[in-house]
């Protein structure tokens, strides 16, 4: 009997370990609709007062990036909205970034380019993990601004041959 015990105690667990639901993705990035503002960065030269300041003007929590020690993650309630990253350099008008949700990033930046914008050489580039994609832009008064789609550029598809 004592053998059987031992065998249940150690094949049991194993089995229901088994049954545990394999961990979920994260989701993707809330749609906040086309046209809505869906992301911005803020850049500092000065991560813990920047932290400190916008903490406590908006109750704004913070939390790490993986891979990085110099972003986090803005969070408004339960929510994340933005970056706060170091800056890589001087402050400039690349250094605070609104980023406008559409529908495909690719059409966006070609019709921003139809209507007189600079976009920025290397942009539009899909978001790591396939999340989504970014343009960057300078409008025609010289403002920065970027564009969000939650659609990943397609990858190119070999030509045939």
């Given at each position: 009997?004592r053998?059987?015990?031992?065998a249940?105690?150690l094949?049991?667990?194993?089995?229901?370990?088994?049954?545990?639901?394999a961990?979920?993705?994260p989701?993707?990035?809330?749609?906040v609709g086309?046209?809505h503002?869906?992301?911005?960065?803020i850049?500092t030269?000065?991560m813990?007062?920047?932290r400190d300041f916008?903490?406590?003007?908006?109750?704004?929590?913070?939390?790490?990036l993986?891979?990085t020690e110099?972003?986090?993650?803005?969070?408004?309630?339960?929510?994340?909205?933005?970056?706060?990253?170091?800056?890589?350099g001087?402050i400039?008008?690349?250094?605070?970034?609104?980023?406008?949700?559409?529908?495909?990033?690719?059409?966006?930046?070609?019709?921003?380019k139809?209507?007189?914008?600079?976009?920025?050489?290397?942009?539009?580039?899909?978001?790591?993990?396939?999340?989504?994609a970014?343009?960057?832009?300078?409008?025609?008064?010289?403002h920065?601004?970027?564009?969000?789609?939650r659609?990943?550029?397609?990858e190119?598809?070999?030509?045939?041959k």
């Amino acid at each position: 009997m004592r053998p059987v015990f031992l065998a249940l105690t150690l094949v049991l667990p194993l089995a229901f370990a088994q049954q545990q639901p394999a961990p979920k993705p994260p989701p993707p990035k809330l749609d906040v609709g086309v046209g809505h503002i869906a992301w911005f960065d803020i850049t500092t030269r000065d991560m813990a007062r920047s932290r400190d300041f916008y903490g406590k003007l908006f109750d704004w929590k913070f939390t790490g990036l993986q891979g990085t020690e110099y972003a986090v993650e803005i969070v408004a309630g339960d929510v994340p909205i933005g970056t706060l990253r170091v800056a890589e350099g001087p402050i400039s008008g690349f250094n605070g970034v609104v980023y406008v949700q559409v529908d495909d990033i690719q059409a966006s930046c070609a019709k921003a380019k139809e209507l007189g914008a600079n976009v920025i050489p290397g942009f539009p580039f899909n978001l790591t993990e396939k999340t989504g994609a970014i343009g960057l832009f300078v409008d025609p008064a010289g403002h920065p601004m970027g564009m969000y789609s939650r659609t990943p550029i397609p990858e190119a598809k070999p030509a045939d041959k």
